[in-house]
């Protein structure tokens, strides 16, 4: 079979990941409008999004399986050119979110004020939280199918769907903030009706969009029990993949709290530049996703090959890039986010050791998306687990020996990116290296 030239692979590249990177982008702008006009409110209002906003994030984050499951099931029938059938699998992925979604905001609704009492906040800043809280619990649907549509459209190989959809759903977001905060006087419950509403409008959006493929194609548009069933079992396995990551995640930041609160506070900054950075290598991972599901279901694996090589290289690329840049400013960094030259001093060696790592971690996150592509979901969650084997006695022994301060603050760098990084390289670089995961058809 005629693989793509050279020039027509980087274009489908750029074609897909440009567009991904914008609505990527523009998904944590909904919090960051909600921030900035809650903030006017006073600092109990702001400090109650700040707990609510946490709860919502790792909900959220643990559900985008529902994309990451769709984009490679509709790539590869996509591929195999039963666009009908490619359809109908995304449509399953929202019919799933639908189910998922509602579930999870009917007991979101019921734990809210177990969940921010857990977090000891003072009397106002909690009640702050429940209100916000338990109000965004009933948007939690409504972005659970956005995560499956958007799944659906870039199975398709269309990123600028979303990306029109994503722009538009954080104008109406800005907008309706506006007026609920401060036109109608509704304070922070103002700020979370806006974004529910904003959010059910994109869901608005995406059915139109998708129900004129469904006519286009010819796909059906009710929930089948199979395409379900398939949806559920890949989004079970990276479920799986996504929380061993989330349980990372939350033992460093509980290590660098018992460091702390300098530390922590640096971690928090260094931690930022490295999920910034991974912005773009998501777009990247994005692309990868949709052109290897899609050359899988076409039979076409020499394209996977030549997808993987090129992605891999444009992300080793970058992250040499990104790792220079984060040197040369790692003395002004910490100056930026807080203005203390003493902080700044602090966390400046765990940017260099972040810096250095840049390679690595852009590697991780292409290979991640590559096998996200092939739906070797499985093989994800196995190594995922795999990898805090490692991680867990690292970070144990960074509590126990490293003590606090920049030497503190330099090892919990090195555990995180040059262990836990190192660990998903391997497996991750382990299981590319063969054949297995190249299951072509559709």
């Given at each position: 079979m005629t693989t793509r030239p050279p020039e027509t692979l980087n274009r489908s590249i750029l074609r897909l990941a440009v567009p991904a990177l914008g609505a990527l982008v523009a998904e944590p702008l909904f919090l960051i409008v909600d921030a900035a006009m809650v903030?006017?409110?006073?600092?109990?209002?702001?400090?109650?999004?700040?707990?609510?906003?946490?709860?919502?994030?790792?909900?959220?984050?643990?559900?985008?399986?529902?994309?990451?499951?769709?984009?490679?099931?509709?790539?590869?029938?996509?591929?195999?050119?039963?666009h009908g059938r490619a359809v109908s699998v995304g449509v399953d992925g929202m019919w799933l979110a639908v189910g998922l979604g509602a579930a999870l905001a009917a007991a979101g609704v019921l734990a809210t004020p177990a969940v921010v009492d857990a977090f000891g906040a003072a009397p106002d800043v909690a009640e702050n939280a429940r209100v916000y809280l338990s109000i965004s619990m009933w948007g939690l649907p409504a972005m659970l199918v956005v995560f499956a549509a958007t799944g659906l459209l870039r199975g398709m190989q269309n990123t600028v769907t979303p990306l029109w959809i994503a722009g538009l759903g954080f104008g109406a977001n800005a907008l309706l903030n506006a007026v609920f905060i401060y036109g109608f006087d509704w304070g922070i419950a103002g700020s979370a009706i806006g974004t529910v509403v904003a959010q059910w409008g994109m869901v608005g959006a995406y059915v139109l969009v998708v129900r004129r493929l469904a006519r286009q194609h010819a796909a059906s548009l009710r929930p089948e029990?199979?395409?379900?069933?398939?949806?559920?079992?890949?989004?079970?396995?990276?479920?799986?993949?996504?929380?061993?990551?989330?349980?990372?995640?939350?033992?460093?930041?509980?290590?660098?709290?018992?460091?702390?609160?300098?530390?922590?506070?640096?971690?928090?900054?260094?931690?930022?530049?490295?999920?910034?950075?991974?912005?773009?290598?998501?777009?990247?991972?994005?692309?990868?996703?949709a052109l290897i599901g899609s050359a899988l279901g076409a039979g076409d694996t020499a394209t996977v090959g030549r997808v993987l090589q090129r992605t891999a290289a444009w992300g080793v690329w970058f992250g040499v890039a990104v790792g220079a840049v984060v040197?040369?400013?790692?003395?002004?960094?910490?100056?930026?986010?807080?203005?203390?030259?003493?902080?700044?001093?602090?966390?400046?060696?765990?940017?260099?050791?972040?810096?250095?790592?840049?390679?690595?971690?852009?590697?991780?996150?292409?290979?991640?998306?590559?096998?996200?592509?092939?739906?070797d979901v499985r093989y994800l969650a196995i190594a995922g687990l795999l990898n805090l084997v490692p991680y867990a006695p690292a970070l144990v022994l960074v509590a126990v020996l490293a003590g606090g301060g920049a030497t503190g603050l330099t090892w919990l760098a090195g555990a995180f990116f040059g262990v836990y990084m190192l660990a998903?390289?391997?497996?991750?670089?382990?299981?590319?290296?063969?054949?297995?995961?190249?299951?072509a058809g559709g």
């Open positions: 903030g006017h409110l006073g600092v109990a209002p702001l400090a109650g999004l700040g707990v609510a906003g946490a709860v919502l994030q790792t909900v959220v984050g643990l559900m985008v399986f529902l994309a990451y499951s769709t984009t490679p099931a509709v790539a590869r029938h996509f591929g195999a050119r039963e029990r199979a395409g379900l069933g398939g949806t559920a079992r890949s989004g079970g396995w990276l479920f799986l993949r996504t929380a061993s990551m989330r349980v990372a995640f939350l033992g460093t930041v509980a290590v660098a709290t018992g460091l702390g609160s300098a530390e922590l506070a640096g971690w928090q900054i260094a931690f930022t530049i490295f999920s910034t950075a991974a912005f773009v290598l998501d777009a990247l991972a994005i692309a990868a996703q040197a040369a400013a790692s003395g002004v960094i910490g100056l930026v986010f807080t203005g203390d030259a003493g902080l700044a001093a602090l966390i400046q060696p765990a940017l260099l050791v972040l810096a250095v790592a840049q390679p690595v971690a852009a590697i991780v996150f292409v290979l991640d998306g590559v096998l996200i592509g092939a739906g998903r390289l391997a497996t991750l670089g382990l299981r590319v290296r063969g054949r297995a995961w190249m299951t």
